[in-house]
Structure formats: C-alpha cells, structure tokens
C-alpha cells in the first residue's frame, strides 16, 4: 500500500497540482480515481469523505485533506520540497496561492471547463471568463518577464500552485506564445525530471464517448 493516495482525475488541474508535487518529490502515491463526469462527487458516500464534493483529497498517515492550497501546503512540510526558507517567502507563497485561486485557476479553469464540457453555454459568458483569465495570465506574465520561478529562485509550491492548468492550452484556446514569460516557464517545469501531463500522470483519460 502507498504511502499516500491522492483522489483525481485527469482533466482536474487542481488535482494535478497534488499529483505532480507528489510525482516530482519521487513520494510513493497511489491515485484514487474519482468518477466526476458521472457525478461521484455529488453522491452522498463521496460527501461523507468531503462534505464540499471537491477534488483532490489527499490520505496520509490516517488523515484527510482537502483543497489544493492546503494539500500543498500540508506536502511541503511533509516532503521536505519545494517549501518557503523563511517566514518571508511563505507569505510570498501565500501570495501567489491566494491569486492563483481567486483569479488564475479560478477563471482559466472555468474558461476551459465552459468551452469543452459545457458547449450550451452562452458566447457572451465564455467571452466574459475569457476576459478574466487573460487579465490574469498578464499578471503571471509580467511577474515572470525577469525572472525563472514564481518566488525566489528554485521551484516552489507557488509554481506548482499556479501551473495547474497551463498543460490544457488547447482545452483553454489560448497560445502561450503570446505570453512568452508563461510559456518559458512551464517549458521549465515541464524540463523537470519526473515530470508528466495530466493526462499521463491521472487516471481517466481520455473519456468515453457520449452514450458510450
């Protein structure tokens, strides 16, 4: 039995931020996969486990986790990797935590989950989370115009907060030669060893067809 298991699913950016901190740290983990697309996590044996119906949980020594921030927050501490050296850095992380989930995951993930898994959806709102998520990816952008990591000057769980759903370009519809800096960037992350897409690192790719 691993030592820890994460619940996810392929398509799930959040749940690759987990899956990847683990795979990069070389920790022995074990993905648990979790049925989304056929409501699992509506279900009420699922709400048991986490009452917010969200992916990823992690389950280490015992104990539950939930939300990415959280769960990275918690593996920094238990890998030994990818964790601030001060009190300085850890709010910066923080920082970069907070922006990520309120603005760049929060609208770049629901950009992509309206083009690819909602197409009933309205122009007129696609266009609008659009809007976000590139005002957004400027900031990102602009931070990594002089600069190889997010903060200080090696991996941290800030770039892996925030590259949770760069790997998706195509879902997204964006081409991240028209922000050079993020694009740099997650050719970094991606140079790493033991690096791997979601779709390689997760189960439930690719999905079924429709009626299948």
Not at 42 to 48: K, L, Q, S, W
Not at 182 to 199: C, G, T
């Amino acid at each position: 039995m691993s030592e820890y298991t994460l619940y996810c699913f392929a398509q799930s950016g959040n749940a690759y931020k987990a899956a990847l901190t683990l795979e990069l740290a070389g920790a022995d983990w074990t993905p648990r996969f979790v049925d989304f697309f056929n409501g699992e996590t509506r279900a009420p044996a699922y709400r048991e486990i986490n009452v917010m119906g969200e992916v990823p949980i992690l389950e280490h020594q015992g104990r539950r986790y939930s939300q990415s921030g959280v769960i990275l927050d918690y593996l920094t501490e238990a890998l030994g990797k990818f964790g601030p050296l001060d009190a300085e850095e850890r709010r910066e992380i923080l920082r970069w935590w907070l922006f990520d989930n309120h603005k760049f995951t929060s609208f770049t993930a629901t950009l992509r989950y309206l083009r690819n898994f909602a197409p009933a959806t309205p122009s007129a709102v696609v266009e609008t989370f659009r809007a976000r998520a590139e005002g957004a990816w400027k900031v990102l952008n602009a931070h990594l115009s002089n600069r190889e990591w997010v903060v200080g000057q090696r991996l941290t769980s800030a770039d892996l907060s925030l590259c949770g759903y760069v790997y998706f370009a195509d879902e997204i519809g964006v081409d991240w030669n028209d922000y050079p800096a993020i694009r740099d960037w997650s050719q970094r992350i991606a140079a790493l060893p033991r690096w791997k897409h979601p779709y390689d690192l997760m189960p439930g790719h690719p999905l079924p067809a429709k009626g299948a």
